[in-house]
T-cell receptor, first 114, second 110 residues
Framework: DAGVIQSPRHEVTEMGQEVTLRCKPI?????LFWYRQTMMRGLELLIY????????DSGMPEDRFSAKMPNASFSTLKIQPSEPRDSAVYFC????????????FGSGTRLTVV | SQQGEEDPQALSIQEGENATMNCSYK?????LQWYRQNSGRGLVHLIL?????REKHSGRLRVTLDTSKKSSSLLITASRAADTASYFC??????????FGAGTILRVKS
């Protein structure tokens, strides 16, 4: 398995533009997580899905953020409109159900909003 | 919000020495996990210890857990330059999501 695949690796966009980040989890993993990492706030959980259903989106900072998982092999995180304070590295991770499993993280998308 | 707090924030040692990092947390947990992050990369899962376990080993890694003190430690023995990275503890209190600490930056000098 190629692991968790995220795209793009880097994204530079202007304030006000829509940004879409993509994630392909490991096949067979039924949990998917979106995290954001910044120097100031560290790693923050934004939202997670179980069997494609959003379970907890309490970490999504504002209504400008939305996430979907239309099927077991694909998820998107969308920011519309983007703002400079959204600049961060966004990670997707997946894991198997049941306790005792670690997460597999993707390589992340470095987002810069100018 | 961060659950785990790592100590120290940064650690610099010579190759061959042991490195110890500590993590404290606030609430009851199902398990505690340690991850490594190399610069510019994603996080890599190192080891998981359940709340009913006190010690676990994996290669050169040794993790301890003291639930009465709400603390854990990660020991890396015989460190190598390739161990240079940030190390994070993460707690799982519900079985469904991880909350990460701020991390310890480890530098191993060759």
């Amino acid at each position: 398995d190629a692991g968790v695949i995220q795209s793009p690796r880097h994204e530079v966009t202007e304030m006000g533009q829509e940004v879409t980040l993509r994630c392909k989890p490991i096949s067979g993993h039924d949990y998917l997580f979106w995290y954001r990492q910044t120097m100031m706030r560290g790693l923050e959980l934004l939202i997670y899905f179980n069997n494609n259903v959003p379970i907890d989106d309490s970490g999504m900072p504002e209504d400008r953020f939305s996430a979907k998982m239309p099927n077991a092999s694909f998820s998107t995180l969308k920011i519309q409109p983007s703002e400079p304070r959204d600049s961060a590295v966004y990670f997707c991770a997946s894991r198997l159900s049941g306790g005792g499993y670690g997460y597999t993280f993707g390589s992340g998308t470095r987002l810069t909003v100018v | 919000s961060q659950q785990g707090e790592e100590d120290p924030q940064a650690l610099s040692i010579q190759e061959g020495e042991n490195a110890t990092m500590n993590c404290s947390y606030k609430t009851s947990i199902n398990n505690l996990q340690w991850y490594r992050q190399n610069s510019g990369r994603g996080l890599v899962h190192l080891i998981l210890i359940r709340s009913n376990e006190r010690e676990k080993h994996s290669g050169r890694l040794r993790v301890t857990l003291d639930t009465s003190k709400k603390s854990s430690s990660l020991l890396i023995t015989a460190s190598r330059a390739a161990d240079t990275a940030s190390y994070f503890c993460a707690t799982d209190d519900s079985g469904n999501k991880l909350v990460f600490g701020a991390g310890t930056i480890l530098r191993v000098k060759s």
